[in-house]
């Protein structure tokens, strides 16, 4: 069964930086592009980022040039580097294989609570 387990949240002052990581329980994971998405109170997810099997990456406007999303084929893992942070970047957070359409997705994990806060 495909898992997937999102850590690394936390609460954060604006500015600051944190890694969030997920360990992925996937067969083939280097042949796979992965996404990180996120969730907002009272809003539907969305797409943050994502990575492909040749480590080409793509960002959602609204973090670009802050978030930088990685992955470690070995560790069946993927990261995403979170640097100076906003208030409006308070959401769970969680990772999974890309798909364009979100809906598409029906087996989420846990996800990563993160909160900007002063």
């Known amino acids: 069964q495909v898992q997937f387990v999102e850590s690394g949240g936390g609460l954060f002052q604006p500015g600051g930086s944190l890694r969030l990581s997920c360990a992925a329980s996937v067969s083939n994971f280097g042949l796979n592009t992965m996404g990180w998405y996120r969730q907002a109170p009272g809003k539907q997810r969305e797409f943050v980022a994502k990575?492909?099997?040749?480590?080409?990456?793509i960002y959602a406007d609204s973090v670009k040039d802050r978030f930088t999303i990685s992955r470690d084929n070995s560790k069946k893992a993927v990261y995403l580097q979170m640097n100076s942070l906003k208030p409006e970047d308070t959401s769970v957070y969680y990772c999974?294989?890309?798909?364009?359409?979100?809906?598409?997705?029906?087996?989420w994990g846990q996800g990563t609570q993160v909160t900007v806060s002063s």
């Open positions: 999974n294989f890309y798909f364009a359409r979100i809906s598409s997705i029906t087996n």
């Open positions: 990575i492909t099997s040749r480590n080409t990456t």
